[in-house]
């Protein structure tokens, strides 16, 4: 199983980025999908998860509002749009499949792959 994140760079505050996570070796469609973040020293945080169908998806308070997440099953992969971005946004995303029947997406234990992480740096 691979799941290989891109998407990320450098951008000014107030300005937008998407990250895109393409999954192989698994049925994708069978996954809900979820992205965190983590910045060194720091616990890893839950930013945005979606059903694997698609219907439902879930998102932390510190971006509910700015983020988007999405995916296409048939390009097996899981996107998630970041607009109005902060600086506090600053840190290293990473894309992850759960199983499907996982209770609580925003738990990192939930998740069984996850992928490389891209950085996301956000300047004031």
């Known amino acids: 199983v691979q799941l290989q994140a891109s998407g990320g760079g450098l951008v000014q505050a107030g300005g937008s980025l998407r990250l895109s996570c393409a999954a192989s070796?698994?049925?994708?469609?069978?996954?809900?999908m979820g992205w965190f973040r983590q910045a060194p020293g720091k616990e890893r945080e839950f930013v945005a998860a979606i059903s694997w169908s698609g219907d439902s998806t879930y998102y932390a308070d510190s971006v509910k509002g700015r983020f988007t997440i999405s995916r296409d099953n048939a390009k097996a992969t899981v996107y998630l749009q970041m607009n109005s971005l902060k600086p506090e946004d600053t840190t290293t995303y990473y894309c992850?499949?759960?199983?499907?029947?996982?209770?609580?997406?925003?738990?990192?234990?939930?998740?069984?792959?996850w992928g490389q992480g891209t950085q996301v740096t956000v300047s004031s």
């Open positions: 070796g698994l049925t994708f469609d069978n996954y809900p």
């Open positions: 992850a499949a759960a199983w499907r029947g996982a209770t609580s997406l925003a738990s990192w234990n939930e998740y069984l792959y």
